[in-house]
Every structure is written in structure tokens, then in C-alpha cells.
């Protein structure tokens, strides 16, 4: 990787510190404290913090995806396509629809009026728990979260897939085995992430919801578990992945 790369990855980074700091303390407090109630302010807090990190990495991975195109399919133009201008306008408009998407997810949830014991059936404020706990008809969040769901899941993933078969093209084209291997391998942690975060989101997010009590509440179970890793085991991996050479 070159300095543009790096830039990217010091957001990635610092990404996912600020994705674990949201949630995690307050997991180990939970674990901890016996008395274990968040403040509704506090916990409007942590889903904007993670719904917010969330969407910002999964369009921050397409931006590096058409950073390893460009590397691997245009390797001449590379620092020319992906100067300073380049990649702080990729990180900041990462960063800001990430934060414009959670804004009205947030607040389309703390609008509603909430009712019945207010128990979340989760280890953290995770916007969908909390939405079981309205009292109202919530399908604006439903149709507002499934348009979110296409914008952020659906189209850096197609964009994901379209960079990466130029790439594997490209790679195949190449007609030394050294050379090869030594293109792929600029991609390996790229592709390695975005396979364990976004398999982890599909699966929470994109999957059928249960009709059936017994089903659901193994649903229930599987999805605080699928939160848990790509909210703390995710991120640790990051640095892991990307620091194997």
C-alpha cells in the first residue's frame, strides 16, 4: 500500500476505536453491575455512535475497493488518481453519509413512544431492539431502515464485487506466477474484512425474521451474538489482518 492506502487504513482504524468505544465499556458495566438500566439519552447516544460507524465502513470498504482497483487495474496512474484531494474527499464523504444515515435513523426511533416494561433484549442499544419495544405501528422505520439497508449493504457490496472481478482480470492477465501472487496479496486483507463484516451484517440485517416464538427467540440469541462480533471481534481483527505481510 501507498500513502493513500494508509490514509484510508488510519480511518479504518480509528473507525473501529470509536465503533467499540460506543459499546463495549458499557457491555463490561452490564457484566458488572448488577443494576443494569441506561439512561434513554444515553442510549440514543450509543445508536447513533453505532449505527453511525457502521454505515461509515461499509461505504469506507468500497472506497478501498476502488483504491486496490486502481492500484492493481491502472498501477502508472495510481498516485495521479489517488492524490491528497482524492482520498480525503473518499474518507469524508464516508464519514458524512454514515453520520447523515444514522441521524434519521436515530431519529425516527426516539420519536416513537415507547411502552410495557422497557427491557432490550440485547447487550446494547442496537436500533432494531429497541424498535421492538415500541407501542406504535413502526413501519416508516421499517421501509426507512430497508432503503438504508440497499444504500449502505446492497450497493458498496455490488460495488465491491464489480471492482474486485476487474482486479481478478487483471491479476489473471499477469503473466508471471511472482507477479501474481504479489498483486493478490495487495488485496488479501482487503477482501479478508470485507468478507467477516459484511457476511456478519447480511446475515443480522438481511435475513427473514421468525413468525414463530420459539424461533424467534433463537433469532434473538443469534442476532446479539452476530452484533457482538462484528461490533468487538471484527475490529480486532482489522489491525491483525492488515498487519500480516
Known sequence: CMNPCF???GNLSFLDICYTTSSVPLILDSFLNPRKTIAFSACAVQMFLSF???ATECVLLGMMAF???IAICNPLRYLLVMNKAAYLLMAASSWAAGIAASIVQTC?????PFCGNNIINHFTCEILAVLKLACVDISINVISTGVTNVIFLGVPVLFIFVSYIFILTTILRIPSAEGRKKAFSTCSAH?????????????MYGKPKSKDPLGADKQDLSDKLIALF????????????????
Open 191 to 203: 477482501l479478508t474484512v470485507v468478507v467477516v463484516f459484511y457476511g456478519t451484517i447480511l446475515f
Open 230 to 245: 462484528y461490533g468487538v471481534v471484527t475490529p480486532m481483527l482489522n489491525p491483525i489482518v492488515y498487519g500480516i505481510k
Open 108 to 112: 425516527l426511533a426516539i420519536r416513537l
Open 67 to 69: 483504491d486496490r482497483y
Open 7 to 9: 490514509n484510508l487504513l
Open 52 to 54: 453511525a460507524m457502521g
